[in-house]
């Protein structure tokens, strides 16, 4: 069965980094692009880039250029995301989702990790 | 930017009434949007995709509908596990972007 499982909670202070994983199993990994999504507390979604595992491309909201990292590691099925210049706006949840449609980035997200607390407090 | 509308914001429907909730898109997105539900704590979950197919294990209950810049969602009898937020999102093919609207509550009257 497919499983995006991700790292666990970080607390960071502001101007500080941070990587979360998300490790994928019972598919394809190259087979399927990966986006990362974020949720403040309290609000709604929000879509932070999208990663394709078999070249590495990747693509970023406007608003993330600059600050969010993507890349991949084919040999252990696994997705990074890495946000950098951490502010408080930034505490959110942040999640991976597999696109439900074959090799493209287009497709509802059917399968999600878990999701990944930030918090950014000094 | 593609922009995504959703209305209401909070919706009080009783157990087993027709809920009916609404999406719109800024410019033409076809039928490349999906419907989520998320409750607390817990990540979204994929209910419709390409405007109007549900996804797998999905009850018949909830249904799909729309192309271009308006579309809806229906569930036809709400039951007690039903009440969540739901999110509709388009996805466009290239430049590859996901754009979610503000979402509707669903809540017991």
């Known amino acids: 069965q497919v499983q995006l499982v991700q790292s666990g909670a970080e607390v960071k202070k502001p101007g500080a980094s941070v990587k979360v994983s998300c490790k994928a199993s019972g598919y394809t990994f190259t087979s399927y692009y990966m986006h990362w999504v974020r949720q403040a507390p309290g609000q709604g979604l929000e879509w932070m880039g999208i990663?394709?595992?078999?070249?590495?491309?990747?693509s970023y909201a406007q608003k993330f250029q600059g600050r969010v990292t993507m890349t991949r590691d084919t040999s252990t099925s696994t997705v990074y995301m890495e946000l950098s210049s951490l502010r408080s706006e930034d505490t959110a949840v942040y999640y991976c989702?597999?696109?439900?449609?074959?090799?493209?980035?287009?497709?509802?997200?059917?399968?999600w990790g878990q999701g990944t607390l930030v918090t950014v407090s000094s | 930017e593609i922009v995504m509308t959703q209305s209401p914001a909070t919706l009080s429907v009783s157990p087993g009434e027709r809920a009916t909730l609404s999406c719109r898109a800024s410019q033409s997105v076809s039928s490349n949007l999906a419907w989520y539900q998320q409750k607390p704590g817990q990540a979204p979950r994929l209910l419709i995709y390409?405007?109007?197919t549900r996804a797998t294990g999905i009850p018949a209950r909830f249904s799909g509908s729309g192309s271009g810049t308006e579309f809806t969602l229906t569930i036809s009898s709400l039951q007690s596990e039903d009440f969540a937020v739901y999110y509709c999102q388009q996805y466009n093919n290239w430049p590859p972007a996901l754009t979610f609207g503000g979402g509707t509550k669903v809540e017991i009257k």
């Open positions: 989702a597999r696109p439900n449609e074959y090799s493209s980035s287009s497709g509802g997200c059917d399968y």
């Open positions: 990663i394709n595992p078999s070249g590495g491309s990747t």
């Open positions: 390409g405007a109007s």
